[in-house]
């Protein structure tokens, strides 16, 4: 079983959505979340990051995190093109290392 | 302020042939790690470094593979013989040690790409 599980899509939504990204994750000790952004050939971009249960907002993005349920999101309101990417989920204990999810490709159509 | 820089960004080469790949980290940053996204899969953590320490190698597929940081500055990591699992990209990520290592930035290059044939 994989430490963390986030559905690769593809995920296609018109201009203006409401997008929902989620991963799980079954080890206990991850205590910090991060979601990164990833464009085509580029690496990826830390978006947002939070290490605790509840909502984190920046803008358009809110990041949700559930820890009684190993259960992490990203929202994102009012979408635009320019947010289309692949969106990773990544996790970590109390060293360095990151676990990611498999990504998923977002596409927002115009 | 430059980014992370990895070189080569792209290369082709045949099995049992030897390949070096190179990060840039930020200028100043302590932390460096190797990751790597095989086709289909997530990005799997393969080292890091604390300025020339190996500070956990756990990801580490083999002993084919071999990661230096002399100086603490850039770093290499060279596969010998490279496999055909071994295709993928190759990300480096750098970060400044603030404190807790848990909770600093990781800024990614943008990868090298490696195929294997």
């Known amino acids: 079983q994989k430490e963390v599980e986030q559905d690769p899509g593809p995920l296609s939504v018109p201009e203006g959505a409401i997008v929902s990204l989620n991963c799980t994750y079954s080890?206990?000790?991850?205590?910090?979340f991060m979601w990164y952004r990833q464009y085509s050939r580029k690496g990826p971009e830390l978006l947002m990051y939070?290490?605790?249960?509840g909502n984190k907002e920046d803008g358009r993005f809110t990041a949700q995190v559930d820890k009684s349920s190993k259960y992490i999101s990203l929202f994102i309101r009012d979408s635009q093109p320019s947010d289309s990417a692949t969106y990773l989920c990544a996790m970590s204990a109390l060293s360095g290392k990151l676990i990611f999810g498999q990504g998923t490709e977002l596409s927002v159509k115009p | 302020e430059a980014g992370v820089t990895q070189f080569p960004s792209h290369s082709v080469i045949e099995k049992g042939q030897t390949v070096t790949l190179r990060c840039d980290p930020i200028?100043?940053?302590?932390?460096l790690y190797w990751y790597r996204r095989v086709m289909g899969k997530e990005i799997k953590f393969l080292l890091h470094?604390?300025?020339?320490?190996?500070?956990?190698e756990s990801g580490m597929p083999n002993n084919r593979f071999l990661a230096e940081r002399t100086g603490g500055t850039y770093s290499t990591l060279k596969v010998q013989p490279a496999e055909l699992e071994d295709s993928g990209v190759y990300f480096c990520?750098?970060?400044?040690?603030?404190?807790?290592?848990?909770?600093?930035?990781?800024?990614f290059g943008p990868g090298t790409r490696l195929t294997v044939l």
């Open positions: 470094f604390v300025k020339e320490s190996k500070q956990d």
């Open positions: 939070t290490y605790s249960s």
């Open positions: 200028s100043g940053h302590d932390n």
């Open positions: 990520a750098s970060s400044q040690a603030r404190g807790m290592v848990s909770t600093d930035t990781q800024y």
């Open positions: 080890n206990s000790a991850f205590q910090y």
